[in-house]
Nanobody, 113 residues
């Protein structure tokens, strides 16, 4: 059974940092690209960042580039997102998803201004 379980969300003040984790199981982690998405209340889900787990190449949206860093631990089958200099507009439910077509349940990030 494929599982993706996010953790690490929480309430943080603007300018603070959080590190999200996505623990995966049930598939060969380094055979698929994997990434982070987010959905704010009343808005559509949008991509944040993704990583090709074979060669480690990474991609970021403009809002994430320079503040967020995506990484993965292939041995632990886990994806991370280090988020620095958080802004109130980063408040959203953050999901990880793989190109295999599976999504996690999300972890809430709330940034207070």
């Amino acid at each position: 059974e494929v599982q993706l379980v996010e953790s690490g969300g929480g309430l943080v003040q603007a300018g603070g940092s959080l590190r999200l984790s996505c623990a995966t199981s049930g598939f060969t982690f380094d055979n698929y690209a994997i990434g982070w998405f987010r959905q704010a209340p009343g808005k559509e889900r949008q991509g944040v960042s993704c990583i090709n787990t074979k060669d480690g190449s990474t991609h970021y949206t403009d809002s994430a580039r320079s503040r967020f860093t995506i990484s993965r631990d292939n041995a632990a089958n886990t994806l991370y997102l280090q988020m620095n200099s958080l802004l109130s507009e980063d408040t959203a439910l953050y999901y990880c998803a793989t190109t295999l077509g599976y999504w996690g349940q999300g972890t809430q990030v709330t940034v207070s201004s």
